[in-house]
């Protein structure tokens, strides 16, 4: 008796860059006098709606407050866009569709009013 393996199916998984501006709630872990953050993420799903539910599920049950969502697009979309991409980036998009997973690649907190259109430039 021989078993068939299973062949895996191609993964329509991809992964998208999405920037998450956050605002406060207790035990978020944002800095004391922190008013809200950004979080730059890599995000996996078939679509990018999928990754935007996904990350938004996450970060609601990490105790953050979601409150906007950008999306950049997969690596190809952003390479097409002309973004400069570091190896250290790719790996961690690579990360994110080998696990299936939601990584949080930076977060920085917002103070005395500050937004996204005070400390993040474009994505690039």
């Given at each position: 008796m021989s078993e068939k393996k299973?062949?895996?199916k191609p993964s329509r998984q991809q992964v998208y860059t999405l920037l998450v501006q956050v605002g406060r709630?207790?035990?978020?872990?944002?800095?004391?006098g922190a008013t809200g953050g950004a979080l730059m993420i890599y995000a996996s799903g078939v679509d990018e709606a999928e990754a935007v539910r996904e990350t938004v599920a996450i970060l609601k049950q990490?105790?953050?407050?979601?409150?906007d969502v950008t999306g950049y697009g997969?690596?190809?979309?952003r390479l097409e866009q002309g973004h400069d991409i570091s190896g250290e980036e790719r790996e961690l998009m690579a990360r994110a569709l080998e696990e299936n997973s939601v990584i949080v690649a930076q977060m920085t907190p917002f103070f005395d009013g500050e937004d996204l259109n005070d400390v993040a430039g474009p994505v690039q």
């Open positions: 299973k062949q895996k709630k207790d035990g978020d872990g944002l800095p004391e990490a105790d953050l407050a979601p409150l997969t690596l190809d979309e």
